[in-house]
């Protein structure tokens, strides 16, 4: 419940200040391809708490990747996310764990999405993303984008 409280209040203060996402390139290399992507670096907890939340629409090719300091387990919601999502999750190799497909959420309560793996970074983008490309666990992402990852 503190985290949730906290977690809440960080949103808040985010959005009172205007909260803005470093802009940059990821790719994702799959069966011998790279997929180019536009993405915004949600790299402190006042941007991963805000995260897509209230956004009407996602390009082709345009995500979220989210970098931490550490590695984690846990998990994603979709509380005020308008759009449906797929999400990667990775190690800091790069290496895609596991994906899955989240659904966009109004009204508590929210369902948790939970990978099952320990991973250090994710990457959002429109639900079937990932299908259409062909990309799985064992693929990888890499690109300036990570240049941002916070240091433990």
């Given at each position: 419940?503190?985290?949730g409280?906290?977690?809440?209040?960080?949103?808040?203060?985010?959005?009172?200040?205007?909260?803005t996402?470093?802009?940059?390139?990821?790719?994702?290399?799959?069966?011998?391809?790279?997929?180019?992507?536009?993405?915004?670096?949600?790299?402190?907890?006042?941007?991963?708490?805000?995260?897509?939340?209230?956004?009407?629409?996602?390009?082709?090719?345009?995500?979220?990747?989210?970098?931490?300091?550490?590695?984690?387990?846990?998990?994603?919601?979709?509380?005020?996310?308008?759009?449906?999502?797929?999400?990667?999750?990775?190690?800091?190799?790069?290496?895609?764990?596991?994906?899955?497909?989240?659904?966009?959420?109004?009204?508590?309560?929210?369902?948790?999405?939970?990978?099952?793996?320990?991973?250090?970074?994710?990457?959002?983008?429109?639900?079937?993303?990932?299908?259409r490309?062909?990309?799985?666990?064992?693929?990888?992402?890499?690109?300036?984008?990570?240049?941002?990852?916070?240091?433990?």
């Amino acid at each position: 419940m503190a985290r949730g409280f906290a977690l809440a209040w960080l949103l808040l203060l985010a959005l009172a200040q205007g909260l803005t996402f470093p802009k940059s390139t990821l790719y994702v290399e799959s069966g011998g391809k790279r997929h180019l992507l536009k993405v915004e670096v949600a790299d402190t907890p006042e941007r991963q708490a805000q995260g897509l939340m209230f956004r009407k629409a996602l390009g082709e090719d345009e995500g979220m990747v989210f970098l931490f300091p550490a590695p984690s387990a846990g998990g994603f919601w979709m509380k005020n996310t308008l759009i449906p999502l797929s999400i990667a999750f990775f190690d800091r190799q790069g290496v895609i764990l596991r994906i899955l497909d989240m659904e966009p959420c109004r009204a508590d309560p929210c369902p948790v999405y939970y990978p099952g793996v320990v991973y250090q970074g994710a990457l959002e983008v429109n639900r079937g993303w990932f299908a259409r490309r062909g990309v799985r666990p064992g693929d990888r992402v890499g690109g300036e984008a990570l240049r941002f990852w916070p240091r433990p």
